[in-house]
């Protein structure tokens, strides 16, 4: 197996736990909003903006990891119908334009992003934590999908000179 | 952005047409265009087609939409010093936040706001808050104790609430009215307008007067659009804000009227508390905010001793 | 040409080519979106705020229940609770003519009125009720065509994800408790007009009856499905009856759902994680495709689109039922090509505030707008109901659309039943006053 093979999986493993487990969470802090405004009489102000943080993460991370599986919705009509070279190229092309996407809007835009609310502090409502972190995994999940790309991009190629 | 030569201000707000600060806004965007002769324009984008308040605060920032109006309650999140507007009765009466707002406090306050790429032009007359509850009234903080009432997600509103006895429910405002209809909270506070317009005076039957916080609205342009602004049109753009600062007043006050008259009509029981108890009790608010702020203690007591 | 024209050609021109080039559909979405949006402002704020846009999007509490009520339906899907369902359905049709087909259908709704998502019903009950049909000699696209239209019922009946997203869309003058209501009548129809089809083929072709199930048989399924059947109870009930919102009802079903499938010991401990995961993907398609839609709906307002066609709507069609109706066919062209999703997070806020003017109630458009996309998620080429039932049916795509068109033509007629009586969405609603 290549060196780039092994850290792909190695890097998909990671990321299908980081999923497991802010699901995970995701489930636990909803229930126990429940159950502490029901049983303990009280609701924690921190409950709802901790889910929907952790909803926006498990999102577009896991947008990402849909980008290394490639199993985002796609119509294939008209790419059924190409030939076996013209399919290939077709491939490169889509992974491109994702690299593109990801490049341009999640991660120059993203660390834009990351980079206002940092500096002009914006802080959330009640757990008082920097919105740019929250924004983080914008940038982030758009380097990872980068990374993808390319690796799938070679990947097209290698098995051209294989074959 | 530019269109047949004349420079459009993109201004989008969360309220819906009929509200009284919309109103105002409109007059905003009259008196510019007539003082420009033309030359400034403003679109404005009603019913969060923009998005919610806090995400339009953050496209000011970042330059693609020029100005918006947003509460200050919304606003404290990113300017700080907005956090002293929303201290339960921070203000005497009526008269003496009007004088405040208009005077050299609220000028500053409006100021602060540019080192945060969001300028404050002016404030509007949001009028003041009460508790409003379905099935059991508020006349003294006593009755608050075990309500479930629901407030903004901001942590002084939830901390007065829970300063007076009640069960702080931080909930979407969409999913509020079914929320009261079935029992999910027991009540939430808001100004009468909004009351009305919301719809939620058909589902709760007690309306406490109690006006805990009058916490403004306030109109912004992003710095990034102001300072391509020139001196002449910068000094416009004031002026209309004044102008239709003094316009909403009347607008408000004419809301108010009609929507308590809708109220009454509809059955709602009008409560006038004893409004110092529930003084006394959201004091504790006030020495929190000055243990954590302590640099803003200062205007606080300015404010109290104006 | 004005700037917005020639945004809207780009908008429109690159979101076609690059669909049809394969590029996934939150992509295309989203670089349509990026072009069409640079040519209006600076290029540093304008793909900013697409990020921005993306994320704040989805940072909602109601959208929760999407990944919760997809947990749900997977946990039930594994945990042997489809199973069950699917034995009392048989137990109460499969002696009625195309009995098989019957219970494809009123297993989808019984699954449906449980989970939150569609594509759990098409692949939970599909997977199972293929084989069986073909057994008994029904061919599998029809089989397939009975199950990605049945399937349709469960984003009607509630729990329903897309109603939640469409009270997002309404900006809040639809509530979810009051959409939940009002889709039993309109998706009970839908199923029972499918069945009615249904019986007509296999009467023509007269397929095999099934044995009629005695009372007490009957009985002993439903025993067996009870406590999958109580989950409607509590989510739906819980929801009507204020003890809590849909999100966290979404959050309960998933609990029992658990414990449920912990109890039938057909879901072990170790399987979480991997149900997890599958649930975090299928939540990943959904809400990706979300966040993009969020940035070209913003595109829209940005560009004053709903304005536009809002008054283009009403000043050129003066009469309410041609209104409808033109509404109606654009979005069964829409269907064909947009994943459902983002239709009602794009379309929403363009037609609502035309059909309001018009008299017509926020939740009762809602009901239409997901029926009338119902269709288009059964239709190529972008039909995610289609791709799921073609697949675990093993049938290619192509293969399934000649059998499917009546049942489309079908779900038409109920659509304009549903679009033109109120009644049928607004009975419920008004009966619990929602
Ligand atoms: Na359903
Ligand atoms: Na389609």
């Known amino acids: ?163 | 952005k530019k269109e047949d030569g004349a420079k459009v201000l993109y201004l989008g707000h969360s309220l819906p047409q009929s509200h009284p600060v919309h109103k105002g806004i409109l007059e905003f965007q009259k008196a510019l265009e007539n003082k420009s002769g033309g030359t400034l324009k403003v679109k404005i984008f009603p019913d969060g087609q923009l998005g919610s308040e806090r995400e339009v605060l953050e496209l000011l920032q970042i330059g693609s939409v020029a100005a918006t109006k947003v509460s200050a309650a919304t606003l404290s999140n990113f300017v700080p010093e907005y956090h002293i507007l929303g201290i339960p009765y921070l203000f005497r009466d009526k008269n003496h936040r009007f004088e405040i707002l208009e005077g050299a406090i609220g000028k500053s306050i409006l100021e602060k706001g540019s080192k945060f790429w969001l300028r404050g032009l002016c404030y509007y007359d949001a009028g003041s808050r009460s508790f409003y509850t379905s099935s059991k009234p508020i006349r003294t903080p006593d009755d608050l104790r075990g309500l479930k009432i629901r407030v903004m997600n901001n942590q002084m509103a939830i901390n007065m609430v829970n300063a007076m006895g009640g069960s702080a429910t931080p909930l979407a405002y969409g999913e509020l009215y079914t929320a009261i209809q079935q029992g999910v909270v027991d009540g939430a506070e808001n100004n009468p307008p909004s009351f009305v317009t919301s719809n939620h005076y058909e589902i709760s039957k007690y309306y406490t007067l109690d006006q805990h916080s009058a916490v403004p609205d306030v109109l912004l342009i992003g710095t990034k659009f102001w300072d391509k602004l020139s001196d002449k049109e910068k000094i416009w753009v004031q002026q209309a804000a004044d102008e239709s600062a003094q316009a909403q007043k009347k607008f408000w006050s004419d809301s108010v009227d009609e929507s308590m008259r809708i109220a009454k009509e509809a059955g709602v029981e009008i409560i006038i508390p004893d409004k110092s108890l529930f003084a006394k009790k959201s004091k504790s608010v006030l020495e929190e905010f000055v243990n954590k702020y302590p640099d803003m203690e200062t205007i606080v007591n300015q404010i109290k001793n104006e | 040409m004005s700037i917005e024209v020639i945004s809207i050609i780009v908008l429109f021109v690159s979101f076609f080519g690059l669909l049809l080039l394969k590029v996934p559909v939150a992509y295309s979405i989203g670089i349509s979106t990026t072009l069409s949006l640079l040519l209006n402002i600076d290029k540093m704020p304008g793909i900013t705020t697409i990020a921005q846009r993306m994320t704040t999007g989805i940072d909602s509490f109601a959208l929760l229940a999407i990944p919760f009520f997809i947990l749900a339906g997977e946990i039930m899907k594994r945990g042997g609770i489809a199973n069950r369902l699917i034995n009392f359905a048989k137990s109460l049709v499969a002696s009625l003519p195309g009995g098989l087909a019957y219970v494809n259908v009123l297993a989808s709704m019984l699954f449906g009125a449980i989970s939150g998502s569609a594509l759990a019903a098409a692949s939970a009950i599909g997977s199972i009720m293929t084989d069986r049909m073909e057994e008994e000699g029904y061919p599998r696209t029809l089989s397939a065509s009975v199950n990605i239209t049945a399937s349709t019922t469960g984003l009607l009946i509630p729990p329903s994800n897309i109603l939640i997203v469409y009270a997002l869309a309404s900006g809040g003058t639809a509530s979810v408790a009051a959409l939940f209501i009002a889709g039993y009548l309109p998706g009970i129809l839908l199923g029972l007009a499918i069945m009615g089809y249904v019986a007509f083929i296999a009467i023509n072709k007269n397929y095999a009856k099934g044995k009629r199930a005695t009372l007490s048989e009957i009985w002993t399924y439903f025993r067996k499905a009870i406590f999958s059947l109580l989950l409607l109870v509590i989510v739906v009930g819980g929801i009507v009856a204020g003890i809590f919102t849909a999100t966290e009802a979404s959050v309960i079903a998933v609990l029992y759902a658990a414990l449920l499938a912990l109890a039938y010991g057909e879901m072990k401990r170790k399987d979480i994680p991997s149900i997890l995961l599958s649930s975090a993907k299928t939540t990943a398609v959904v809400m990706f495709l979300i966040c993009t839609s969020m940035a070209m709906s913003w595109l829209f307002s940005f560009e004053g689109i709903p304005e536009m066609i809002s008054s283009f709507l009403l000043e050129s069609l003066h009469n309410k039922f041609v209104i409808f109706f033109a509404i109606n066919i654009i979005l069964l062209i829409i269907g064909t090509f947009m994943d459902m999703t983002p239709a009602v997070l794009i379309f929403t806020p363009i037609f609502l505030p035309v059909v309001t003017a018009l008299g017509m109630d926020p939740v009762h458009f809602g009901i239409v707008i997901v029926l009338n996309l119902c269709i288009g998620v059964c239709t190529p080429p972008v039909g995610t109901l289609l791709f799921v039932g073609s697949g675990v049916a093993k049938v290619s795509v192509t293969q399934v659309i000649k059998p499917l068109l009546p049942f489309l033509l079908i779900m038409i007629a109920v659509l304009m039943l549903i679009s033109y009586i109120p009644e049928i969405s607004m009975f419920l609603p008004r009966l619990f006053g929602l």
């Open chain 1, 1 to 163: 197996m290549s060196t780039a093979k092994i850290i792909f999986n190695k890097v998909n493993k990671l990321l299908e736990w980081f999923l497991i487990v802010i699901f995970a969470l995701l489930v636990l802090d909803v229930l126990f909003q429940v159950f502490s405004r029901y049983f303990l009489g009280t609701s924690f102000t921190w409950t709802e903006e901790f889910a929907r943080f952790s909803l926006i993460w498990m999102t577009i991370l896991g947008a990402a990891y849909l980008n290394a599986k490639r199993e985002h919705l796609s119509m294939d009509f008209l790419y059924q119908k190409f030939s076996t070279a013209n399919k290939r190229r077709v491939s490169i092309l889509i992974e491109v334009f994702i690299f593109l996407f990801a490049l341009v809007v999640m991660v120059i835009g993203g660390l834009n992003l990351v980079y206002t609310t940092l500096h002009l502090e914006q802080l959330s409502g009640t757990l008082r934590i920097p919105l740019g972190y929250v924004y983080a995994i914008m940038p982030f999940s758009g380097l990872l999908i980068m990374c993808f790309s390319i690796y799938h991009i070679s990947n097209i190629y290698s098995s051209k000179t294989n074959n």
